[in-house]
Each structure stands twice: as structure tokens, then as C-alpha cells.
């Protein structure tokens, strides 16, 4: 069998295992790959030379499927769906499909309206506070800032000690995180213009607004995406709600793959 290949990308301070249960229940159609982005779990930190960038995270993905030249299924959620983005952006020849979970393409809100550039402007504030914690030495400080934004008030707090010194350590990589996709200079026409493929696109109803925002704006610029909201999901949605997550994403990498076949055999 000929098992097409699909490349899942985790969100900040998580690793390819945030994608075990997805992977367990694939088709066999479907060979999966779940890297972990840099400096989490069992990869090396970015250590240079330059500033991180989201094309660097991207070719970093890329150099974890065994075939370089094939086609891929997308599937990134949070930090790891700006990293799909710039992968597909960059590499449109590679891309069957692509599924982006609340991508943080922020990079998407200075390029709009006003209402939006004040939306990024609340996220600069947030990652400011990260980045003071993590110049001070206070990585717990800064990252009770980070997981209190995207899971509400009360999240860090709640954790496990273990939970929250495991956190702890990726403070630094969470700042290079940040910095990537706000500073990511991909024009939104270039979506546009070079996205021919299937686009699925999620969010959660009670996300924080820039990032419900950005999914709504990514599935106005694409033509070709679908965007779904699950209305009682937070940003965490993969993790909050998997079996839902995991059946929009099923039905997406199927959908596709009949699509592709249909498309050769119109053309035999």
C-alpha cells in the first residue's frame, strides 16, 4: 500500500505526543510523522546562528519525513499551525491538504484594520510579560502568564507541581516562539494566490479573541478553506475536545485523499 504521508505540528510548550491518540486512529491509508518542534520534548533547542523564524521551525518539520520530495496532509494547531502555514506557503508543490487548529498567525492582524492591530497589541502585552519573566529568571512567573492566557485564569495555578515545573523549562522557547510569529513577514495575498489545496480550518468558540480572529481572517483570505468552530472549545481544543478535534481532521485527510484520487482518474 502506498501510504500517504501527514505531518501533525504541536502547539508551544507541548511535543509531538499531543498527536498519540489522533495517530492510533488513522486510516492505514495514512503514515503519520509528529515531530517535536525545537527545544521541546526530545528535540534540540534552537541554538542559531540567527533569530528563529518560522521558516526555520519549518524546514526543521521537513527534515522529518523520511520522503523530501512527496506531498504531505498539514495538520498544525497554535504555534505549530504558523509553522504549517509558512511550510505550505513556502512549499505549495508539497501540500495535499492542509488543517490549521487556531494557527497564531499573528502576523495576520498587522496587516488588517484597526480593531485588529489593537488585537495584536493585547498579544504583545502578553508575550512582553513572558519575556520580562524569563529575563528575570522567573519562568514560573512568566509562564502562569502564558497558560492563563490560553486556558483562562485559574490554569496554572491548578496544575500539578510536576506539571508546572515541566512548564518551567520551556519558558525560554516559548519567547522565541512568540517572536516568530509576530514577526512573520508572509503577506496574506500569498495564501491567496498559492493555497489550491483543501484548507480546514478550526477554532474554539471561547478562545481569546486575536486568535479566533486570525482563523476567521485565514478562512476569508484562502479560498479554498472551511472554517469550523466548536463552540464550547478553548484554544486547546485538540487536547479539551480530541474526539470532535479528531473527527473534523479524519474527515478532512479522507475527503482529500478521494478528492486526489478522483482528480487521477480523470486524468488516466
Known sequence: ????????????????????????????????????LYGYGESEPWSGPGTLTLAEEAAHA????????????????????AVALRFAATRPWRVRSLTLIEPVAFHMLMQTGDAER???ESVRG???????????????GAMEEFVDYWNGDGAWSSMAPEARRRFSFC???????????????TAPDVYRRRFSFPVQILRGGSSPEPSRRVAELLSEWIPSARLTTLEKAGHMLPLT????????????????????????????
Open 1 to 36: 500500500m502506498n501510504r500517504q504521508q501527514v505531518l501533525l505540528l504541536h502547539c508551544s510548550a507541548g511535543s509531538g505526543r499531543q498527536w498519540d491518540k489522533l495517530t492510533a486512529g488513522l486510516d492505514p491509508r495514512f503514515r503519520a510523522f509528529a515531530p517535536d
Open 62 to 81: 521537513a527534515s522529518c519525513l523520511p520522503d523530501d520530495r512527496g506531498p504531505v496532509h498539514l495538520v498544525g494547531h497554535s504555534y505549530g499551525g
Open 118 to 120: 489593537r488585537l495584536l
Open 126 to 140: 502578553i508575550a512582553s510579560r513572558v519575556i520580562e519573566g524569563v529575563l528575570s529568571g522567573d519562568y514560573y
Open 171 to 185: 519558558a525560554p522557547k516559548v519567547v522565541l516562539d512568540f517572536h516568530a510569529a509576530i514577526n512573520e513577514d
Open 241 to 268: 475536545h480530541a474526539d470532535a478535534v479528531h473527527a473534523v481532521i479524519r474527515r478532512h485527510l479522507e475527503q482529500a485523499c478521494g478528492s486526489a484520487s478522483q482528480a487521477v482518474s480523470r486524468a488516466a
